[in-house]
């Protein structure tokens, strides 16, 4: 029973934050979240947020699919639906997903709202207060927030220029009781790496041994814009990885759409958590994305989404050796969204916020993808996709600015 107290006109009212769950002491906000609060100050060039490039939403397409489904399927449509999700998208999803090896069948999809949505039913399916989850270091700030509200402990390892430093993970796998590993092996948020075919086979056989398995988080695999694919972690060990992808980085974020396989013996615990969260993922949705994709439309909007990002990060990476000071080092990403930048010692990237802002131009500092929170202080994301190849020639030397300023405080101080 929650207590209550006394306001100022003398009546009783409840004391909220005396009622609140101990485990909300764990959440916290997202600083991208407040970060994208800050593209509406006139001239601010915004290096942080990590969304598409709006101009390449499918508009159309989504009012013709629109109008297509409310015409010929508008009471189903608008309708109360199963929770494993809409047939003929599983079906799809089969097919789009086989092309490249993951071993899907419908029975193994679970459609979901967005892989946000799939990081909390995973938390809420497995972790048990205190339960120890592996992940990179750094790693995605959502896994982070998902998983931190079932209290999840967290074991980290470092990255470096081919992913997951794998060769690290033994020692930790032998003195920690790991409950699962978490990794985001295409083009890593933040750090824009990717994990090699070796490394990747290397983390199977680990998992394997030390009986842990591994939820293989994917957004943003088909957005590769130089070399080869490489093999997904599921299809090295199908029945020891659960895997998550979305259409947000493909269609539209704004449609809350992602999806998950997984073991059938796992799914259908994942589907009875979703049922209690939220019944099922809006049938019409998935319905307009069907009707999008069955039209044979999104594997050429997916080369186009490819050749912009392909452009706007080189333009930055470009940019960077020509305006950051010596002493700052960056990845290279092969594709994805993100690139991730490391500025000498001492260097507080939040400190550097203030001083870029100052500048006009915001980005993401790197402690917010640590799990303590406190880590990574001289590291920071930076996101290609959203702006122009203008606008991120113009922020990136608005940027290299505010880092001479703030290398050069750090000088005086020492």
């Known amino acids: 029973m929650a207590d209550s107290v006394v306001n100022w006109d003398g009546k009783w009212t409840t004391d909220w934050e005396g009622a609140l769950a101990k485990r909300t002491e764990r959440m916290t906000s997202s600083i991208i979240r407040e970060t994208l609060k800050l593209m509406s100050t006139p001239g601010l060039i915004s290096l942080g947020g990590g969304m598409p490039a709006p101009e390449l939403f499918p508009i159309r397409e989504f009012q013709e699919a629109c109008r297509y489904i409310l015409e010929h399927e508008g009471p189903q449509a608008l309708q109360y639906s199963v929770t494993e999700g809409y047939p003929p998208l599983k079906q799809y999803l089969v097919a789009k997903m086989q092309k490249y090896g993951v071993p899907a069948e419908e029975e193994n999809i679970l459609i979901v709202n967005g892989s946000q949505q799939a990081l909390d039913l995973i938390g809420k399916v497995f972790l048990n207060p205190g339960d120890t989850v592996l992940t990179d270091r750094p790693t995605y700030l959502g896994a982070i927030q998902a998983w931190s509200s079932y209290e999840a402990r967290f074991v980290t390892v470092p990255l470096d220029d081919d992913g997951t430093r794998v060769d690290l993970m033994e020692d930790i796998l032998k003195r920690e009781r790991v409950k699962f590993i978490y990794s985001l092996p295409n083009f890593h948020n933040p750090a824009g790496v990717t994990l090699s075919l070796e490394r990747r086979h290397k983390l199977v056989e680990l998992a394997a041994r030390y009986g842990v398995f591994i939820v293989e988080d994917d957004p943003y695999g088909e957005l590769r814009f130089e070399g080869e694919d490489i093999t997904p972690i599921i299809v090295l060990h199908k029945e020891n990885t659960i895997y998550l992808s979305t259409f947000s980085k493909t269609l539209a974020p704004g449609i809350r759409l992602g999806w998950i396989v997984a073991p059938a013996r796992v799914l259908g615990r994942l589907v009875q958590a979703k049922q209690a969260a939220d019944l099922h993922t809006s049938i019409f949705v998935q319905m307009i994305a069907n009707d999008i994709c069955q039209r044979g439309f999104l594997r050429q909007h997916v080369k186009n989404i490819r050749n912009m990002y392909r452009e706007r990060c080189a333009v930055m990476l470009s940019a960077m050796e020509k305006y950051f000071p010596p002493g700052v080092r960056w990845t290279r990403p092969q594709g994805g969204l993100f690139l991730w930048v490391i500025l000498p010692e001492g260097t507080d990237s939040m400190e550097l916020l203030k001083a ?50 703030q290398l050069a405080q750090c000088k005086k101080v020492q």
């Open 356 to 405: 870029a802002l100052e500048e006009k131009v915001a980005f993401v500092p790197g402690s917010a993808f640590y799990p303590d929170g406190v880590s990574g202080k001289n590291t920071l994301r930076l996101t290609f996709s959203t702006a122009t190849p203008e606008m991120i020639e113009e922020g990136i030397k608005r940027l290299g600015k505010a880092i001479e300023r």
